[in-house]
C-alpha cells in the first residue's frame, strides 16, 4: 500500500516569498497583457520541486480569507503594522487558484480564520488517520506543529531553499525546546510581523530560559510569586494579561471549522490542458517547453530516416516541392560550434545524421545548391555550411526572422521554445532535451537525438504557411522579402570576411595600460591613508564612506553601495573619486577590449568575427557580440585609440567609413512634417546652433556658445527619447524650472514635434503598437499599465521607436543596396563592419576615390525623405585614422 502523505502549503506565503524572490526582477515578468507574472512563475518553479522531492498523495494550498478573522476581534492592532502588499503582487493573487487548478491542487480558504488555522486543523487531521504531513511555509509561526509526523519546511533564499522543521531541529535550535513551547515563547517575545508586543524586555534567550524552567506561560505565572525580586519580575506581573493575549494570538488553532475533508484533497495529477491553457496565458514558454517533453515520450514517434553514405539515393532521387533544414550545433558561436547533426523534410518525408560531412556529397550538395529552404536563423545555417564549403542557394521561409518581425519578443534563439510561443506544442526546447549551461550535452541516445531534430524541421513547415500569412496581414512582407532576409545573407558575409586586428599595437596598448593603472593605483593609496582592494566594493565603501567621511547614498546589508552613478555625483568632492572612476575606466578598457580583443583574434590571420545579432533589439537595430564591436567607448581618448588595432586584411589598402549624420533628427523632421526642423535640414543649417537660437530665443548664429549648443544637442536628441524635465536637467546640470523651459520653448519652436509625440502616444493605446517607416512593429503590452513608470517608459517607446526603427531600417537598406553596388561595379573593397549609423569598409588604395563617390551616393539615396540624408566619410590607415 502506497505511502499516505498530505502536502500542506502556505498559500499567501510562500506567494509572497515568490515574488519578493524575483523581485528585481518584476518588469521583466509580464505577460502580453501587461500583467506581472513574477510571483506565479516562482510559485511555480516552487510546486514543480516540491511535486519531485515529496511525492505527495494529497495536497492542499491554503490562503487567508481577508485581514479580519477572529484574533483582529480579539485584539485590533494584529498585523496592522504591515505594509501595504505591492499591487504587482495584489494583481497576481487572483491567478493562482487558476495556477493550481492546472496542477489538479485542491485550494481553500475560511472567513474568519487565517490559512495558518486551516493548516493546523487539517495537518491534526491527516495525522490521526495516519499520514505523514509537510508543511511548507515561509513563516516560523507554523513550526510550533511540529511533531513524530509533521514536518515544517520554511523556505529561505526566496522559495529556492528550505530549512526543515522536527522536534529532534527544533530542541537543537531553541536549547530543548519542544514544538507546543514555541507557542510560549512567541507569547513572551512578542512577534514585530504579526504586531502583537510580549512581555517588556523579554527576549529570546530569556524566554528560553524560563521555558526551560517553567514550561509555559501558565507554568511561569504559577511560580511568579517563588522568584527573586527583579525588573524581569516586575515586568512579568504588569504584563501578565499581555502574555496571555499573545499566546492566544500565537497559538495556531487546530480545531477550525473547515468543510473539506482529507478526500478532498487527494492529488491525482496535472490537468494538462488547463495548464497549458494557463502557462500559454502568462507567457510561461520554459514551463510549456518542459510539458512537451514528457507528452512527446507517449506521443506516437515520427517516421525518419537515418542518412548514410550508402542511402543517398533516396535524397537525389526526388524533385520535392517543399523543403525544410536544420543544421545543429553544440554552441551558440557558430563560427566555431561543431556542426553536430542536421535533419531534412523533402515533402512528407524525415531524413536526418549526425554525420555533416554527408552534406558535402553530390546530392545533398545539390539539393542546398539549388532548392530553395526553409530554416531556422538563415545566418547561421549560411555561415555553418560554408564553414563546410557548401552553398546555401536560396532561402525561402526563416522561422527566427519571421517571428521577430511579427512580435519583437518572439525572438528566442531556441526553436522548441518559438514554436510553442506560436502554438506549436509538439515539440520540446533545446534546453529541456540538451541542459543548460555547464549541463549542456547533445544526447548520445540517438533515438531521443534524432527524434528532436526531426522535430524542429517539422516545426519550421508547420508554422510557415500560418506566420507567412500574419506578415501579409501586418503589412510587413516587403520588410521581410527585401530586408531582414536579404540582410542576413549580407551579414553573413560580413562575419566570415572578419576584420584585422594588429596584435602588436594591442599589446603595446595593454603594457601603457597596465602601466596607467599602476600609477593611479598608488595615487589611490596615497589619498586613501592605506592599501586596500580597489575592485572590492566592501573595501572602498569603507575608505569612502567611513575612513573619508563622504556622504553615502545607499548602504546594503552588504556594505556601501560604490555604484558608478553614486560616484558620478560625489565627483569634485575629493580627488579619490575621479580618479577611482578613471581607474574603473581603464580596467574595463584593458580587460574587456584590449585583453578581450587579443583572446579572440585568429591566430593565423588575426582576425576577429563578431557575430550580428539581427532578432535582439526591440527597435530593429543590430548588435554585436563575441566580441562587440558597438560599444567600444569613443568618448575617452584611450576607447577612441583602441580603433587604431582595427587595420586592412591587405598590404597597400585602407579603412573607409562612411556615417550618417544625425539621421534619426532627420528621420524626426519627416515623421513629424515640422516644417521649422524640415526648413533647417533643407537649408544645410547647424541643427544644434539652430535649435540653441530657439530655445534660447537668440537673434544670430553668432550668439550660439558651444556650451548652449551642448545644451541645445541635449535637448534635440532628448527630445527624441521623449525626456523629460528632470531628466534633462540632470543631464546638462541645471535646474528642472529650467529644463521645463527649454523643452516648453522648443515644443514652441517646433509644434510639429510636439503634435507628433501626442498623436503617437494616442495611436499606440489605440491600437497597442507602432510601427516604423517600413513598417517594423514594436507592441506596447504597458500602454494601458496602472503602474505609472510602467505606463511613462510605454509611452515614450512610443515616440521614439519609429524614429529609432527608421533610423536603424534606413542603414539596413543602404547596407544591402551597398552590397550589391560593390558586386555590380566589380570592386575588391569588402564591407567589414556596421556600428550604429556607420559602416566601415576596407578596400586597396586605388580604389577609395570610387567608394568616395559611391557610398554617399548609396547611403543618401536609401531611402526618400522629405529632408536629405547625410553621409560623412573618411578613410586612413586604421578605423581610428578613418573617424
Same mark, same amino acid.
Given at each position: 500500500?502506497?505511502?499516505?502523505?498530505?502536502?500542506?502549503?502556505?498559500?499567501?506565503?510562500?506567494?509572497?516569498?515568490?515574488?519578493?524572490?524575483?523581485?528585481?526582477?518584476?518588469?521583466?515578468?509580464?505577460?502580453?497583457?501587461?500583467?506581472?507574472?513574477?510571483?506565479?512563475?516562482?510559485?511555480?518553479?516552487?510546486?514543480?520541486?516540491?511535486?519531485?522531492?515529496?511525492?505527495?498523495?494529497?495536497?492542499?494550498?491554503?490562503?487567508?480569507?481577508?485581514?479580519?478573522?477572529?484574533?483582529?476581534?480579539?485584539?485590533?492592532?494584529?498585523?496592522?503594522?504591515?505594509?501595504?502588499?505591492?499591487?504587482?503582487?495584489?494583481?497576481?493573487?487572483?491567478?493562482?487558484?487558476?495556477?493550481?487548478?492546472?496542477?489538479?491542487?485542491?485550494?481553500?480558504?475560511?472567513?474568519?480564520?487565517?490559512?495558518?488555522?486551516?493548516?493546523?486543523?487539517?495537518?491534526?487531521?491527516?495525522?490521526?488517520?495516519?499520514?505523514?504531513?509537510?508543511?511548507?511555509?515561509?513563516?516560523?509561526?507554523?513550526?510550533?506543529?511540529?511533531?513524530?509526523?509533521?514536518?515544517?519546511?520554511?523556505?529561505?533564499?526566496?522559495?529556492?531553499?528550505?530549512?526543515?522543521?522536527?522536534?529532534?531541529?527544533?530542541?537543537?535550535?531553541?536549547?530543548?525546546?519542544?514544538?507546543?513551547?514555541?507557542?510560549?515563547?512567541?507569547?513572551?517575545?512578542?512577534?514585530?510581523?504579526?504586531?502583537?508586543?510580549?512581555?517588556?524586555?523579554?527576549?529570546?534567550?530569556?524566554?528560553?530560559?524560563?521555558?526551560?524552567?517553567?514550561?509555559?506561560?501558565?507554568?511561569?505565572?504559577?511560580?511568579?510569586?517563588?522568584?527573586?525580586?527583579?525588573?524581569?519580575?516586575?515586568?512579568?506581573?504588569?504584563?501578565?494579561?499581555?502574555?496571555?493575549?499573545?499566546?492566544?494570538?500565537?497559538?495556531?488553532?487546530?480545531?477550525?471549522?473547515?468543510?473539506?475533508?482529507?478526500?478532498?484533497?487527494?492529488?491525482?495529477?496535472?490537468?494538462?490542458?488547463?495548464?497549458?491553457?494557463?502557462?500559454?496565458?502568462?507567457?510561461?514558454?520554459?514551463?510549456?517547453?518542459?510539458?512537451?517533453?514528457?507528452?512527446?515520450?507517449?506521443?506516437?514517434?515520427?517516421?525518419?530516416?537515418?542518412?548514410?553514405?550508402?542511402?543517398?539515393?533516396?535524397?537525389?532521387?526526388?524533385?520535392?516541392?517543399?523543403?525544410?533544414?536544420?543544421?545543429?550545433?553544440?554552441?551558440?558561436?557558430?563560427?566555431?560550434?561543431?556542426?553536430?547533426?542536421?535533419?531534412?523534410?523533402?515533402?512528407?518525408?524525415?531524413?536526418?545524421?549526425?554525420?555533416?560531412?554527408?552534406?558535402?556529397?553530390?546530392?545533398?550538395?545539390?539539393?542546398?545548391?539549388?532548392?530553395?529552404?526553409?530554416?531556422?536563423?538563415?545566418?547561421?545555417?549560411?555561415?555553418?555550411?560554408?564553414?563546410?564549403?557548401?552553398?546555401?542557394?536560396?532561402?525561402?521561409?526563416?522561422?527566427?526572422?519571421?517571428?521577430?518581425?511579427?512580435?519583437?519578443?518572439?525572438?528566442?534563439?531556441?526553436?522548441?521554445?518559438?514554436?510553442?510561443?506560436?502554438?506549436?506544442?509538439?515539440?520540446?526546447?533545446?534546453?529541456?532535451?540538451?541542459?543548460?549551461?555547464?549541463?549542456?550535452?547533445?544526447?548520445?541516445?540517438?533515438?531521443?537525438?534524432?527524434?528532436?531534430?526531426?522535430?524542429?524541421?517539422?516545426?519550421?513547415?508547420?508554422?510557415?504557411?500560418?506566420?507567412?500569412?500574419?506578415?501579409?496581414?501586418?503589412?510587413?512582407?516587403?520588410?521581410?522579402?527585401?530586408?531582414?532576409?536579404?540582410?542576413?545573407?549580407?551579414?553573413?558575409?560580413?562575419?566570415?570576411?572578419?576584420?584585422?586586428?594588429?596584435?602588436?599595437?594591442?599589446?603595446?596598448?595593454?603594457?601603457?595600460?597596465?602601466?596607467?593603472?599602476?600609477?593611479?593605483?598608488?595615487?589611490?593609496?596615497?589619498?586613501?591613508?592605506?592599501?586596500?582592494?580597489?575592485?572590492?566594493?566592501?573595501?572602498?565603501?569603507?575608505?569612502?564612506?567611513?575612513?573619508?567621511?563622504?556622504?553615502?547614498?545607499?548602504?546594503?546589508?552588504?556594505?556601501?553601495?560604490?555604484?558608478?552613478?553614486?560616484?558620478?555625483?560625489?565627483?569634485?568632492?575629493?580627488?579619490?573619486?575621479?580618479?577611482?572612476?578613471?581607474?574603473?575606466?581603464?580596467?574595463?578598457?584593458?580587460?574587456?577590449?584590449?585583453?578581450?580583443?587579443?583572446?579572440?583574434?585568429?591566430?593565423?590571420?588575426?582576425?576577429?568575427?563578431?557575430?550580428?545579432?539581427?532578432?535582439?533589439?526591440?527597435?530593429?537595430?543590430?548588435?554585436?557580440?563575441?566580441?562587440?564591436?558597438?560599444?567600444?567607448?569613443?568618448?575617452?581618448?584611450?576607447?577612441?585609440?583602441?580603433?587604431?588595432?582595427?587595420?586592412?586584411?591587405?598590404?597597400?589598402?585602407?579603412?573607409?567609413?562612411?556615417?550618417?549624420?544625425?539621421?534619426?533628427?532627420?528621420?524626426?523632421?519627416?515623421?513629424?512634417?515640422?516644417?521649422?526642423?524640415?526648413?533647417?535640414?533643407?537649408?544645410?543649417?547647424?541643427?544644434?546652433?539652430?535649435?540653441?537660437?530657439?530655445?534660447?530665443?537668440?537673434?544670430? =548664429?553668432? %550668439?550660439?556658445? @558651444?556650451? /548652449?549648443? +551642448?545644451?541645445?544637442?541635449? #535637448?534635440?536628441?532628448?527630445? $527624441?527619447?521623449?525626456?523629460?524635465?528632470?531628466?534633462?536637467?540632470?543631464?546638462?546640470?541645471?535646474?528642472?524650472?529650467?529644463?521645463?523651459?527649454?523643452?516648453?520653448?522648443?515644443?514652441?519652436?517646433?509644434?510639429?514635434?510636439?503634435?507628433?509625440?501626442?498623436?503617437?502616444?494616442?495611436?499606440?493605446?489605440?491600437?497597442?503598437?507602432?510601427?516604423?517607416?517600413?513598417?517594423?512593429?514594436?507592441?506596447?503590452?504597458?500602454?494601458?499599465?496602472?503602474?505609472?513608470?510602467?505606463?511613462?517608459?510605454?509611452?515614450?517607446?512610443?515616440?521614439?521607436?519609429?524614429?529609432?526603427?527608421?533610423?536603424?531600417?534606413?542603414?539596413?537598406?543602404?547596407?544591402?543596396?551597398?552590397?550589391?553596388?560593390?558586386?555590380?561595379?566589380?570592386?575588391?573593397?569588402?564591407?567589414?563592419?556596421?556600428?550604429?549609423?556607420?559602416?566601415?569598409?576596407?578596400? =586597396?588604395? %586605388?580604389?577609395? @576615390?570610387? /567608394?568616395? +563617390?559611391?557610398?554617399?551616393? #548609396?547611403?543618401?539615396?536609401? $531611402?526618400?525623405?522629405?529632408?536629405?540624408?547625410?553621409?560623412?566619410?573618411?578613410?586612413?590607415?586604421?578605423?581610428?585614422?578613418?573617424?
Amino acid at each position: 500500500m502506497a505511502e499516505k502523505k498530505l502536502l500542506l502549503i502556505d498559500g499567501n506565503s510562500v506567494a509572497f516569498r515568490a515574488f519578493y524572490a524575483l523581485y528585481n526582477s518584476v518588469d521583466r515578468f509580464t505577460n502580453h497583457d501587461g500583467l506581472h507574472t513574477n510571483a506565479l512563475y516562482g510559485f511555480n518553479t516552487m510546486l514543480d520541486k516540491l511535486l519531485k522531492t515529496e511525492e505527495p498523495s494529497n495536497i492542499l494550498v491554503a490562503f487567508d480569507a481577508g485581514k479580519k478573522t477572529f484574533r483582529t476581534e480579539k485584539f485590533a492592532a494584529y498585523k496592522g503594522n504591515r505594509n501595504k502588499t505591492p499591487k504587482e503582487l495584489t494583481e497576481q493573487l487572483p491567478y493562482f487558484p487558476d495556477l493550481l487548478a492546472g496542477y489538479g491542487i485542491k485550494s481553500y480558504q475560511l472567513v474568519n480564520f487565517e490559512a495558518d488555522d486551516i493548516i493546523g486543523t487539517m495537518a491534526k487531521a491527516a495525522e490521526n488517520q495516519g499520514y505523514q504531513v509537510t508543511i511548507v511555509t515561509g513563516d516560523r509561526d507554523l513550526t510550533q506543529l511540529t511533531t513524530d509526523k509533521v514536518t515544517v519546511a520554511v523556505t529561505k533564499k526566496g522559495v529556492s531553499e528550505v530549512e526543515y522543521y522536527t522536534p529532534e531541529y527544533i530542541a537543537e535550535k531553541f536549547a530543548g525546546l519542544n514544538p507546543r513551547q514555541i507557542i510560549d515563547m512567541k507569547a513572551l517575545v512578542g512577534d514585530s510581523s504579526d504586531n502583537y508586543p510580549g512581555v517588556t524586555k523579554v527576549g529570546e534567550k530569556t524566554a528560553i530560559k524560563l521555558l526551560t524552567q517553567y514550561d509555559s506561560v501558565e507554568g511561569i505565572y504559577q511560580n511568579i510569586e517563588q522568584m527573586k525580586q527583579s525588573k524581569l519580575k516586575e515586568n512579568l506581573l504588569n504584563d501578565r494579561e499581555v502574555a496571555f493575549l499573545c499566546k492566544n494570538l500565537a497559538e495556531i488553532r487546530q480545531d477550525a471549522p473547515v468543510e473539506i475533508s482529507l478526500a478532498d484533497t487527494k492529488w491525482t495529477g496535472v490537468d494538462d490542458e488547463k495548464l497549458r491553457t494557463f502557462y500559454q496565458e502568462m507567457d510561461f514558454k520554459s514551463f510549456l517547453s518542459k510539458m512537451q517533453v514528457s507528452e512527446e515520450k507517449t506521443a506516437a514517434p515520427l517516421e525518419y530516416t537515418v542518412l548514410t553514405a550508402a542511402n543517398l539515393d533516396l535524397i537525389s532521387e526526388r524533385q520535392p516541392k517543399e523543403v525544410a533544414f536544420y543544421l545543429e550545433m553544440d554552441g551558440p558561436n557558430y563560427h566555431k560550434a561543431e556542426l553536430t547533426g542536421f535533419s531534412l523534410k523533402l515533402d512528407d518525408s524525415y531524413f536526418v545524421s549526425r554525420n555533416c560531412q554527408l552534406l558535402k556529397q553530390p546530392a545533398l550538395k545539390e539539393l542546398l545548391a539549388k532548392q530553395a529552404v526553409d530554416v531556422f536563423d538563415v545566418k547561421r545555417t549560411y555561415v555553418g555550411l560554408k564553414r563546410l564549403g557548401l552553398d546555401l542557394a536560396r532561402v525561402d521561409f526563416d522561422l527566427l526572422l519571421v517571428s521577430y518581425l511579427l512580435d519583437n519578443s518572439e525572438n528566442s534563439n531556441d526553436l522548441g521554445i518559438l514554436a510553442q510561443a506560436h502554438g506549436y506544442q509538439e515539440i520540446a526546447s533545446d534546453e529541456v532535451v540538451y541542459g543548460k549551461g555547464a549541463k549542456f550535452k547533445l544526447p548520445s541516445d540517438d533515438d531521443v537525438y534524432f527524434e528532436h531534430l526531426v522535430h524542429k524541421v517539422k516545426a519550421i513547415a508547420a508554422l510557415k504557411a500560418d506566420l507567412y500569412q500574419q506578415l501579409k496581414a501586418n503589412q510587413q512582407e516587403q520588410l521581410y522579402f527585401e530586408m531582414e532576409r536579404p540582410l542576413s545573407l549580407v551579414l553573413a558575409e560580413m562575419e566570415l570576411a572578419g576584420i584585422k586586428v594588429d596584435t602588436d599595437c594591442l599589446e603595446s596598448m595593454q603594457s601603457k595600460f597596465k602601466e596607467r593603472l599602476a600609477e593611479i593605483e598608488q595615487v589611490i593609496y596615497q589619498e586613501a591613508g592605506k592599501e586596500f582592494n580597489i575592485n572590492s566594493p566592501k573595501q572602498l565603501g569603507t575608505v569612502l564612506f567611513e575612513d573619508l567621511g563622504l556622504p553615502y547614498a545607499k548602504k546594503t546589508k552588504t556594505g556601501y553601495s560604490t555604484a558608478a552613478p553614486i560616484l558620478e555625483k560625489l565627483q569634485g568632492q575629493a580627488p579619490i573619486v575621479d580618479n577611482i572612476l578613471q581607474y574603473r575606466q581603464l580596467a574595463k578598457l584593458q580587460s574587456t577590449y584590449v585583453e578581450g580583443l587579443l583572446k579572440v583574434a585568429d591566430e593565423a590571420d588575426h582576425k576577429v568575427h563578431t557575430r550580428y545579432t539581427q532578432t535582439l533589439t526591440a527597435t530593429g537595430r543590430l548588435s554585436s557580440v563575441d566580441p562587440n564591436l558597438q560599444n567600444i567607448p569613443v568618448r575617452l581618448e584611450e576607447g577612441r585609440k583602441i580603433r587604431q588595432a582595427f587595420v586592412p586584411s591587405k598590404p597597400g589598402w585602407e579603412i573607409f567609413s562612411s556615417d550618417y549624420s544625425q539621421i534619426e533628427l532627420r528621420v524626426l523632421a519627416h515623421i513629424s512634417g515640422d516644417e521649422n526642423m524640415q526648413a533647417a535640414f533643407k537649408r544645410g543649417l547647424d541643427i544644434h546652433a539652430n535649435t540653441a537660437m530657439n530655445i534660447f530665443n537668440l537673434d544670430s =548664429p553668432d %550668439e550660439v556658445t @558651444p556650451n /548652449l549648443r +551642448r545644451q541645445a544637442k541635449a #535637448v534635440n536628441f532628448g527630445i $527624441v527619447y521623449g525626456i523629460s524635465d528632470f531628466g534633462l536637467a540632470r543631464n546638462i546640470g541645471i535646474t528642472n524650472k529650467e529644463a521645463k523651459t527649454f523643452i516648453d520653448n522648443y515644443f514652441a519652436a517646433f509644434p510639429g514635434v510636439h503634435q507628433y509625440m501626442q498623436k503617437s502616444v494616442a495611436l499606440a493605446k489605440k491600437q497597442g503598437y507602432v510601427e516604423t517607416l517600413f513598417k517594423r512593429r514594436r507592441y506596447l503590452p504597458d500602454i494601458h499599465a496602472k503602474n505609472f513608470n510602467l505606463r511613462s517608459f510605454a509611452e515614450r517607446t512610443a515616440m521614439n521607436t519609429p524614429i529609432q526603427g527608421s533610423a536603424a531600417d534606413i542603414i539596413k537598406v543602404a547596407m544591402i543596396r551597398m552590397n550589391e553596388m560593390l558586386a555590380k561595379e566589380n570592386l575588391a573593397a569588402k564591407m567589414l563592419l556596421q556600428v550604429h549609423d556607420e559602416l566601415i569598409f576596407e578596400a =586597396p588604395k %586605388e580604389e577609395i @576615390p570610387i /567608394l568616395e +563617390r559611391l557610398v554617399p551616393e #548609396v547611403m543618401d539615396s536609401a $531611402v526618400k525623405l522629405t529632408v536629405p540624408l547625410k553621409v560623412e566619410s573618411k578613410h586612413g590607415r586604421s578605423w581610428f585614422d578613418a573617424k
